[in-house]
């Protein structure tokens, strides 16, 4: 666990400096709905494969079997209990099978606040900080997937570059906070060659999106081909009203962290109690 808080803690920074730093922006600008598609599709179908593969083949037998099984064998392990099945069981099957000395409900506390470093001092491993960085990599990727699901979804507007860049940056300073605070997730990869093609939307983003590229982009046939004149309203934050709506950040955020759709964020006003040295983060790519 210490050693899975520090690789987290490295990795968190990899999503944060290419996403406040806008650098992500930049890559956002040069996709199109038709690298999206097959980046969208396999982030949902990467999922789809984890979510009881074989209960999906017949919902309607297998939802109840699940919930069936669970109520059951409650039920049967308290038979089981009561009709002395394990009073000449050793100590290790009595604590792991009787219902009336497992423990697990009565032994957990009410309430548990967590609290930072609660497994010790956070340990640093180049190798596995080099492996969780090439998966927060992975994760960057298909959380823009996700991103743009997300704003279809919610029947948003499209998400300016900006906007997903943005949201990339908060993820990494989400990770940040699991390190911290010594989140149970986490990778024990150990090949940062496997980890990335691995993820069938990753795969599938990075190749659709350099495919993309090599198409004509000037052209006009070609642009709509791509579908890019349904997002040229919303590649810059301002060009639609909704863009304040769907997208402005609470509590005044939008304040400290100013959007710019050429550029970099302006941290200017949130660095200024800081003094100088931290100005540099304000200036323009």
């Not at 997730?185 to 190749?207: C, D, H, K, R």
């Amino acid at each position: 666990m210490r050693g899975i808080q520090g690789s987290l803690i490295v990795a968190s920074t990899l999503q944060i400096v290419v996403g406040f730093s806008g650098l992500w922006r930049n890559v956002a600008r040069f996709l199109s709905p038709l690298s999206a598609v097959p980046l969208v599709a396999l982030s949902g179908f990467g999922l789809y494969e984890f979510g009881f593969p074989l209960l999906t083949k017949c919902v309607e037998i297998g939802l109840p079997q699940i919930i069936f099984l669970v109520i059951f064998s409650q039920i049967y392990a308290h038979l089981l209990t009561v009709g002395g099945a394990y009073e000449n069981s050793g100590p290790k099957t009595q604590i792991s099978c009787r219902t009336d000395r497992a423990g697990i409900v009565g032994a957990a506390p009410w309430i548990r606040v967590p609290y930072p470093f609660q497994w010790g001092a956070a340990t640093f491993d180049a190798g596995e900080a080099f492996a969780m960085m090439a998966a927060s990599f992975v994760s960057l990727v298909e959380s823009t997937g996700a991103f743009i699901a997300v704003s279809r979804y919610a029947s948003a507007t499209p998400l300016p570059p900006s906007i997903l860049s943005r949201g990339v940056g908060w993820q990494g300073i989400g990770i940040l906070f699991s390190g911290i605070f010594g989140t149970g997730s986490g990778s024990s990869f150990n090949n940062m060659i496997n980890v990335p093609f691995s993820s069938e939307a990753f795969v599938a983003g990075i190749l659709a999106f350099f495919l993309d590229l090599t198409l004509h982009r000037k052209d006009n046939a070609t642009r709509k081909d791509r579908g890019m004149n349904w997002w040229d309203k919303f590649r810059s934050y301002k060009t639609d009203t909704r863009s304040e709506e769907f997208y402005s950040l609470p509590f005044n955020l939008n304040k400290f962290f100013h959007l710019r759709d050429v550029g970099t964020y302006n941290f200017g006003v949130a660095c200024s109690a800081f003094g100088p040295s931290c100005l540099i983060a304000g200036t323009t790519l």
